[in-house]
């Protein structure tokens, strides 16, 4: 059976990659589209994944991003999939924000392990002012080490994203989630417009912008899709992309979630990398249980960031041994200095 090229409302060539989202609304891509390039031979969707991958990245460079909880627990939310949300019980103690000293050994920890990003996510549904502060003087003090900074602090003002911009941070993330129709689905305690509404803060206060989603919500294909969309649209489509499988964790209302198809999950690795050619699309939560041979498909389908270190947030990660071990079968290096901020 032959398979004709899906279309993004202009044709895209099988030997002409996918270009990056245009302002024009004529080359944005369709959930349609996008469905169709899920759907593709899985053996077809990684060749042209990793087609666009090298028309556009180095082979083999892989980013490490070192993810730390600066405030844990006590989140008013109540996303479906959170173990810090204070309305499940899930053995997640509120603690306060770590101090600067704390911080900095923690991420002079990563530096010295081969990290060249570290993400500090605080469990605020939205920061106050004098948080922000607090936060700057983190930002300050990684951003000392000579560290690309990343934080992950819940809803923003645009004053707030300016004043971190200010502070010199570099990447702010804020996940989607899902599809903007399952959302609802997801989480009840705030509206899919409120992410909008801070990407589009973090974006004027020039701040790069770092959103993906989860995989394994209890999902459709079509809400993979829709996430896919609603990244790719993007007016630009963000620097940095994570894709996340779930971790089911015992107390949340997705505990029980069905566990992830691993080819399924590479083949949203590779329409990210197909539809977001010069994002960093980075494997992000659930490698421990996607285990090497299928993470080895996802750097295949164009995976180049990884987050880094035995604990993300709360919850387990491959240690720094482990992933060493297997980037060397691979092949594969690290960044070894931090890359200029654009």
């Not at 060749?47 to 028309?55: G, I, K, L, T, W």
């Not at 989140?75 to 924000?97: H, I, M, R, W």
Request: glycine fraction near 8%; include cysteine.
């Amino acid at each position: 059976m032959s398979h004709n090229p899906p279309q993004a409302s202009q044709p895209v060539q099988w030997h002409s990659p996918a270009k990056p989202v245009a302002a024009s609304d004529a080359q944005r891509w369709s959930v349609e589209a996008i469905q169709e390039l899920l759907d593709l031979p899985f053996l077809d969707l990684l060749h042209r994944a990793q087609s666009v991958h090298r028309e556009h990245w180095p082979a083999g460079e892989i980013e490490l991003a070192t993810l730390l909880s600066v405030k844990t627990g006590g989140c008013p939310e109540n996303c479906g999939y959170c173990p810090q949300s204070a309305e499940f019980d899930t053995g997640v103690k509120a603690e306060k924000l770590m101090s600067v000293e704390e911080v900095t050994r923690a991420a002079k920890a990563a530096q010295d392990a081969g990290a060249t990003r570290f993400c500090m996510g605080a469990a605020w549904r939205a920061p106050k002012d004098r948080d922000i502060e607090k936060m700057n003087e983190l930002i300050g003090a990684v951003k000392g080490l000579g560290m690309q900074t990343c934080a992950t602090l819940g809803m923003l003002q645009p004053h707030q994203a300016a004043s971190l911009k200010d502070a010199g941070l570099d990447y702010y993330n804020h996940n989607l989630d899902t599809a903007p129709e399952y959302y609802k689905d997801v989480v009840s305690t705030r509206q899919y417009q409120d992410r909008l509404d801070t990407l589009a803060a973090v974006r004027g206060a020039g701040i790069s912008v770092c959103c993906g989603g989860i995989i394994g919500m209890g999902e459709a294909p079509v809400h993979r899709a829709g996430l896919l969309a609603q990244l790719a649209n993007m007016q630009p489509y963000p620097e940095s992309v994570p894709i996340n499988s779930l971790v089911p964790v015992p107390g949340t209302p997705l505990a029980d979630s069905e566990p992830v198809d691993p080819i399924d999950f590479v083949r949203v690795i590779a329409v990210a990398r197909i539809t977001m050619p010069k994002a960093r699309v980075r494997l992000s939560a659930g490698r421990q249980q996607l285990g090497e041979a299928v993470q080895t498909l996802c750097f295949m389908a164009g995976a180049n960031s990884i987050f880094y270190g035995d604990k993300l947030l709360v919850t387990g990660n491959p240690d720094v041994q482990a992933d060493t071990q297997l980037m060397s079968k691979l092949g594969l290096k690290g960044l070894q200095v931090t890359q200029p901020h654009a």
